[in-house]
């Protein structure tokens, strides 16, 4: 009978401990990313092109985003410090704009607009 007893008391216990390992290789133990959703949008009726956006500790970049068009890009922000965004119009010309200040941990949405002559960004955070 003592052994049965025994047998029961493993039996939980390796309910809980197999529940507890997979809980930490399933990563699902309260952490998670802080991460800023870049999301690019031409505005205007010609393509722009070579876009480079750099922010506090990477940099990231798309070589061409047609009229209309939007492409998103997750980013995580590991340093503080400004955002810079570099694009060609549809001539050729080069055009730097400094947008908002990013911070490490920082999350939400990073909208940027390109028209012809400037990109304008706005963050987005949670409330």
Known sequence: MKRSNT???ETKFSI????FAGGLASGNHGCRSHVVKVNLINVS?????????DYPGATFGKNQ?????????????????PLKIQ????NGKMHTTVGPE?????????????????AVAKLKQPN
């Open 87 to 90: 694009f060609a119009d549809a």
């Open 102 to 118: 990013l911070h490490k941990d920082d999350e939400g949405l990073l909208e940027i607009r390109f028209d012809q002559e400037k």
């Open 7 to 9: 047998r029961q008391h």
């Open 45 to 53: 009726q010609q393509p722009v092109t070579t876009i480079v956006i």
């Open 65 to 81: 985003l047609d009229p209309g068009k939007s492409f998103t890009y997750p980013v995580k922000p590991v340093e503080t410090g």
């Open 16 to 19: 809980y401990f197999r529940d």
